[in-house]
Nanobody, 117 residues
């Protein structure tokens, strides 16, 4: 059974940093890509960052230069390092996973990130 367990969200002041983690389990060999979306109240879900099993990275323009995505294949974990956080980064961050053999992505439970003074 595929599972995604997220951690690392919280409250941080503007300009601060957080690191999100997403650990995957179940059918690990089927993973094509993993990453993060975010959902803010009243806004559409937005792709933040994505990394493929081959190492190709996509970042939203709004986070380039501030966020980085990386993975540790030995731990089946993806990380989102978020620096220079802004109030507009406040959202629920959702980890996702795309598998070679599945038309639908798998989703984590979400972790809240709040940037406020």
């Amino acid at each position: 059974q595929v599972q995604l367990v997220e951690s690392g969200g919280g409250l941080v002041q503007p300009g601060g940093s957080l690191r999100l983690s997403c650990a995957a389990s179940g059918s690990i060999g089927s993973i094509y890509a993993m990453g993060w979306y975010r959902q803010a109240p009243g806004k559409q879900r937005e792709l933040v960052a994505r990394i493929t099993s081959g190492g190709t990275i996509n970042l939203a323009d709004s986070v380039k230069g501030r966020f980085t995505i990386s993975d540790d294949k030995t731990k089946n974990t993806v990380y989102l390092q978020m620096n220079s956080l802004k109030p507009e980064d406040t959202a629920v961050y959702l980890c996702f996973r795309e598998d070679w053999n599945s038309p639908d992505a798998y989703w984590g439970q979400g972790t809240q990130v709040t940037v406020s003074s």
